[in-house]
């Protein structure tokens, strides 16, 4: 609830090896909602992030991003980053610009990062542009990217390839009733029926069963 809060923090250990953050729900006057990554010398380190909703609410005088995805290692070590299946929305934009999904790599060693299945709502302006950047590099050093289906309220969820993924999408036509915290799919969301099955996650947040069958 500041201006310079991490919600879900791991830095302060420098080194999240191994840590996950599955089924939570992120919300408030963040700078960043998780803050998730490597920085410890030549250690290698798996991590996950799914099923989370993140809602991020800009009224301070920051630059909300709701996930910020990191490597920092100055040897080499191997950070490989899971991102499946979150859903994040932008309640209050401020008057500041918005991120969903960041990611930076600046050192010498090796970030691997997997975004699959998430949907990333930004707001828009009264012309219908958006103002909320969904999907962003700041830099990258060496590593692999792998992005797909995944749907953004901007042009970015196909910025680094991949394949299946929607482009300048509305909450009308993804959830239920959005401003009001019901994000239960449409019946005839676009993100009905879209996702692929991934075998790391099973369930959802709420624990029904994915895959869910067609139509489901």
Known sequence: ???????????????A?????????VHGTFQYGIYIGQAASGTTSVNYITNNI??????LNTTPTAMYLYG???????????????AIY???????????????????????IVVENNIVIGSVTSSGSSITTCFQQLAFNTGSKTFNYNISSDGT???FGGTNNQLNERAKN??????????????????????KTI?????????VSRPQPEGG
């Open 90 to 112: 932008v309640l209050n934009p401020g008057t500041l610009n918005n991120y969903g999904i960041r990611f930076i790599n600046v050192a010498s060693c090796t970030l691997d």
């Open 157 to 159: 969820a196909d910025d």
């Open 54 to 59: 993140v809602l991020v609410e800009g009224s």
């Open 1 to 15: 609830s500041s201006d310079t809060a991490k919600a879900i923090d791991f830095l302060p250990s420098n080194n």
């Open 174 to 195: 993804i959830w239920q009733d959005a401003d009001n915290y019901n994000y239960n799919l449409k019946s005839n969301s676009v993100a009905r029926d879209f996702g």
């Open 72 to 86: 920092a290692d100055g040897s080499s070590g191997v950070t490989t980053i899971y991102v499946y299946n979150n």
């Open 17 to 25: 090896k191994d840590a996950r953050v599955d089924n939570c729900l």
């Open 199 to 207: 075998a790391a996650v099973t369930t959802d947040i709420i624990g």
